[in-house]
């Protein structure tokens, strides 16, 4: 029996398990890429407009954004060392890989008037073959998509903009960092509150959680934050922030009573697309102004016969 049909994967690729769904739970990634240093995307000055969601919280302060990167680095590698033993990385000239990195350099740009770390990240963007819906930017830029979420949904390009921009807007306003800081904070308890100079025990405990990256869920609000900076990053990149409502709408029909993993701690679908229409406004006119992307690519070619 050919499994790579079944997923509708591209010849040489294998499912990572029986169930299609990939080698460990949670937030995964097995390919790699690191893209080309420097972006050949000329970045125009930032307009004053656009989305303002406030400052971060204080909580991500209380573990060292070095120490999150550096957990996800480690756990990126070996995730990647699976994929490549079973034989399921995206190939560097797999259309879709050259899609998603293409897409990710117009985005790149624009991320760092949200976060300056992310001027050091190595960016990375990755296609694992599994047909689950999912997507993902782990701290220091580490981008997976999964095969089927291309495939199934048949995301355009400005679409795939729309997923991208939304995860790595968690990465830029460390929604990992601050989830880990609370835990961690309670974890290790309210006395050590009073001497957060120090900040010794927290970042210990924290590392010792980095495990949790992978499987790390972000509350609603979180979710909510990332459509808005996320619309905004997209757009300047030159892509139509109008598509996040047919994506949205893409994913609500794919559930079928039971949303995928990629929506599990998300706002309601109806809820989302309300608040992003009446982000619009503020999102349009950067897009209208961006340069747009030379080169457009599509969704996977259908399944032949």
Request: one cysteine or more; aromatic letters at 6%.
């Amino acid at each position: 029996m050919n499994t790579d049909s079944d997923l509708r994967l591209p010849a040489g690729w294998s499912r990572l398990c029986d169930c299609g769904c990939g080698a460990m739970p949670g937030r995964r990634l097995f390919t790699r890429a690191l893209l080309a240093s420097g972006a050949a995307v000329a970045v125009p000055a930032l307009a004053r407009d656009g989305v303002d969601v406030g400052s971060q919280s204080a909580m991500a302060r209380l573990v060292p954004a070095e120490q999150v990167e550096q957990a996800a680095t480690q756990q990126y590698a070996q995730l990647l060392r699976e994929a490549r033993n079973k034989n399921a990385l995206g190939p560097d000239s797999h259309p879709q890989v050259q899609r998603l990195r293409a897409i990710a350099q117009r985005l790149i740009p624009y991320c760092e008037p949200w976060n300056a770390r992310s001027r050091q990240w190595k960016w990375e963007v990755n296609l694992i073959g599994s047909k689950e819906l999912n997507a993902f930017c782990m701290p220091g830029g580490k981008i997976a998509f999964f095969y089927g979420i291309l495939d199934q949904l048949r995301l355009s390009d400005d679409e795939v903009a729309m997923i991208m921009g939304h995860e790595m807007a968690h990465a830029l306003r460390e929604h990992a960092r601050e989830r880990l800081g609370k835990t961690t904070a309670t974890r290790v308890g309210a006395g050590v509150l009073s001497a957060l100079l120090g900040l010794g025990s927290l970042g210990d405990a924290a590392l010792n959680m980095g495990g949790q990256l992978l499987t790390l869920k972000f509350s609603r609000d979180d979710e909510s934050e990332a459509d808005l900076v996320g619309l905004d990053v997209a757009a300047r990149g030159g892509y139509d922030p109008r598509s996040a409502v047919t994506l949205w709408q893409k994913m609500m029909n794919s559930s079928k009573g039971a949303p995928p993993q990629f929506l599990s701690t998300h706002p309601a679908g109806e809820t989302r697309i309300r608040d992003i229409q009446a982000t619009l406004p503020k999102v349009q006119p950067l897009y209208e102004r961006a340069a747009r992307p030379a080169q457009t690519f599509g969704p996977p070619a259908p399944k032949a016969g």
